[in-house]
């Protein structure tokens, strides 16, 4: 069993940076892949970046790719989303998820743990 519990969002203006946090608890952290996934008002939860057990591979949704770096420290049993020049169409909740195949996919189906997430909001 995998607890997750992210933190870190906040209410940013356009132009700026937050930095999200997913602390888990549980044995074997190192051997899931994580992902990162949004979903915004009305809209399907949509993935946004994923990282390999070892942190040795990354993914991201095209377009978050050079804005936003996924990172994990295995030790703090954390993963990381640095989100730089954020837009108002980031805004959004941000999930972090688990992978217990540690397969670094897009499809929400394949995460079998989920945390309750954290608002970031950006305004114009």
């Known amino acids: 069993q995998v607890q997750l519990v992210e933190s870190g969002g906040g209410l940013v203006q356009a132009g700026d940076s937050l930095r999200l946090s997913c602390a888990a608890s549980?044995?074997?952290?190192?051997?899931?892949?994580m992902g990162w996934f949004r979903q915004a008002p009305g809209k399907e939860r949509e993935f946004v970046a994923g990282?390999?057990?070892?942190?040795?591979?990354?993914r991201y949704a095209g377009s978050m790719e050079g804005r936003f770096t996924i990172s994990r420290d295995n030790a703090r049993k954390t993963v990381f989303l640095q989100m730089n020049s954020l837009k108002p169409e980031d805004t959004a909740v941000y999930y972090c998820?688990?992978?217990?195949?540690?397969?670094?996919?897009?499809?929400?189906?394949?995460?079998?743990?989920w945390g309750r997430g954290t608002q970031v909001t950006i305004s114009s």
């Open positions: 998820a688990a992978n217990q195949q540690n397969q670094v996919v897009a499809t929400t189906w394949t995460y079998a743990y």
């Open positions: 549980g044995r074997a952290f190192s051997a899931y892949a």
């Open positions: 990282i390999s057990g070892s942190g040795g591979f990354t």
